[in-house]
C-alpha cells in the first residue's frame, strides 16, 4: 500500500502528533484535489483515524486509491439518497471504532439549472434535493454520531461566502448554504451540553470538480484574488489544516461559528 508522506503544515514544526487515537469518518473525497482528500491528510497527519466514503461503484474505483494512500481504517459506501444509507455508514464506524471524536460533512449538489438561474424559478423538486443533499444530511449526521461522541466531538460542514452575500452564478445554493450555516449555531446550541462542537468552514474559490461546474469560476478565483487582503486564493491544503485543528483540543473553547479561510476576501466588498 502507497502512502502520502507529505506532512500537513501543523505538524511541520514538530512531532506532537494532536489527533493520536481520535478517530472519525470523512465524507466527500472525490479525488486528490477535493477539499475533503485534503482534510482527510491533514487530520491523518495529526494522528487521526479516519474512516473514508464513496458515492457509488463508479465513483468507488477512483476513491478506493485515495483511501488505502491516506491508510482509511474503513471505506464505505454513503449516497445520502439512500434511504438508511447514512445511518448504515455510521453505524459501521461505531462497530470498528467504538466512539467518534470528529465528523467532517462534505457533500452538496444542486442542478446546474437552480445553480444559475434565478432563485425564484427554481423548481421544489430542484430546492427539496439540494436541502437534502447539502444540508438536511448534516443534521441527519450528527443525530447519528450523537450516541457515539459520548466524550465530546467536532462536527464540521463546508459552506461557501454566497450563504452570506449574493455570488453570481451560484443561485439556489446560496439559500441552502445559510440554511446550513444557520443549522450550526441552533446545532451547537443544542448539543454543546453534550461536549460536542459543530463548525462550518467557508473557504474560498478553489478549483475543484464541484467548482467546476459553476459558471464563469474563473473571473470568480481571479477577483477573490485581486480583492484579498492575501493577494491570492487558499489551497485545499489551507483549508485541510484549519479543518483538522477544529478536530483538537486547541479549538476546545470554540463552537457554533462560520470560519472563513479565504485569504481574507471576505471582508472587502
Given amino acids: 500500500m502507497n502512502t502520502i508522506n507529505e506532512q500537513s503544515p501543523l505538524v511541520q514544526a514538530g512531532n506532537h502528533l494532536p489527533l493520536a487515537g481520535k478517530k472519525g469518518l470523512i465524507t466527500g473525497v472525490a479525488n486528490d484535489k477535493s477539499i475533503a482528500f485534503a482534510v482527510a491528510k491533514a487530520i491523518r497527519d495529526l494522528g487521526g483515524e479516519i474512516a473514508l466514503t464513496y458515492q457509488n461503484d463508479k465513483t468507488a474505483k477512483y476513491t478506493q486509491p485515495l483511501a488505502e494512500s491516506l491508510g482509511a481504517k474503513l471505506f464505505l459506501k454513503l449516497d445520502v439518497t439512500e434511504e438508511g444509507s447514512l445511518e448504515a455508514a455510521i453505524k459501521q464506524c461505531g462497530d470498528e471504532f467504538g466512539e467518534l471524536d470528529f465528523a467532517i460533512h462534505s457533500m452538496a449538489f444542486c442542478n446546474g439549472d437552480d445553480l444559475h438561474g434565478r432563485v425564484i424559478d427554481t423548481t421544489e423538486a430542484g430546492f427539496d434535493s439540494a436541502m437534502n443533499i447539502s444540508c438536511h444530511s448534516f443534521l441527519r449526521m450528527a443525530k447519528a454520531v450523537e450516541p457515539l461522541m459520548a466524550h465530546g466531538g467536532s462536527l464540521i460542514t463546508m459552506s461557501y461566502l454566497g450563504a452570506e452575500r449574493v455570488v453570481r452564478n451560484y443561485g439556489v445554493m446560496g439559500i441552502i448554504k445559510a440554511a446550513l450555516e444557520s443549522a450550526v449555531r441552533y446545532m451547537a446550541y443544542d448539543l454543546g451540553p453534550k461536549g460536542i462542537r459543530v463548525f462550518a468552514v467557508s473557504p474560498g474559490p478553489i478549483m475543484t470538480r464541484a467548482a467546476s461546474g459553476i459558471a464563469n469560476f474563473n473571473t470568480l478565483l481571479e477577483n477573490d484574488a485581486a480583492k484579498a487582503p492575501l ?33 481574507g476576501a471576505h471582508i472587502v466588498a
Avoid at 246 to 262: A, N, R
Fill in 231 to 263: 493577494g491570492r486564493t487558499v489551497t485545499i491544503d489551507e483549508v485541510g489544516a484549519l479543518t483538522a485543528f477544529l478536530c483538537t483540543s486547541g479549538s476546545s473553547g470554540m463552537t457554533g461559528q462560520t470560519i472563513y479561510v479565504d485569504a
